[in-house]
């Protein structure tokens, strides 16, 4: 983006990225384009249910997907997303929408983010191809012994393959 209010921003990407899937990549690269600072946000503890990788591991798959962009950070937080903004100076909320369904979920969010921090949400389309990728779903995929390569960048296939064989060892 070209005009100077994309050009002042700091976008949060914020997300479980458990684990992260080449539809998080395409959002990030977008919002890379346009923004000159974007942070990719792991939330701690995910409300969905107990990540199957750990902070650390999720952070560390992120470094290494997203080190072709200059402008695009790891992070984590805790609590709340809307403090968490406000804490580190950030101007906007960046969210991605594959599906109708998501943008319903996600315009409550938004609301309640700007209430609560004043902070804008700007949500960007992945390409379709993504549609119909999700987290829960690649792992669901993998743990029955499908092929989820199509999906997610090469390092986390490689490390999916090391967990399952964490898993196998236990
Ligand atoms: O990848 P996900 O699981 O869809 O990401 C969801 C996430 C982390 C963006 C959302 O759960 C979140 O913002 N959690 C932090 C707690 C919070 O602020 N909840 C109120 C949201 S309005």
Same mark, same amino acid.
């Given at each position: 983006m070209r005009n100077g209010v994309a050009q002042q921003s700091h976008a949060i990407y914020p997300g479980s990225f458990d684990p992260p899937t080449n539809g998080h990549l395409d959002v990030i690269a977008r919002a890379a384009a346009i923004f000159p600072v974007v942070t990719v946000a792991v939330v701690v503890n995910p409300q @969905?249910?107990?990540?199957?990788f750990t902070l650390d591991e999720r952070e560390e798959m992120l470094l290494r997907c997203t080190g072709l962009h200059p402008n695009v950070r790891v992070d984590h937080f805790r609590g709340l997303l809307?403090? %968490?903004?406000?804490s580190i100076d950030a101007h906007?909320? =960046? @969210?991605? $929408?594959? =599906? =109708?369904?998501?943008f319903e979920n996600e315009m409550a969010f938004a609301? +309640?983010?700007?209430s609560l921090s004043n902070v804008d949400t700007m949500f960007l389309m992945s390409d379709s191809s993504y549609s119909f990728v999700s987290s829960s779903l690649i792992?669901? =995929?993998? $743990?029955?012994?499908?092929?989820?390569?199509k999906y997610v960048p090469d390092v986390v296939l490689? %490390? +999916?393959q090391q967990k399952r064989l964490a898993q196998v060892r236990k």
């Open positions: @969905k249910r107990e990540p199957l809307a403090d %968490y903004v406000t906007v909320i =960046v @969210k991605g $929408l594959r =599906v =109708v369904s998501d609301h +309640m983010n700007r792992k669901e =995929v993998f $743990l029955q012994g499908g092929d989820i390569s490689e %490390y +999916m």
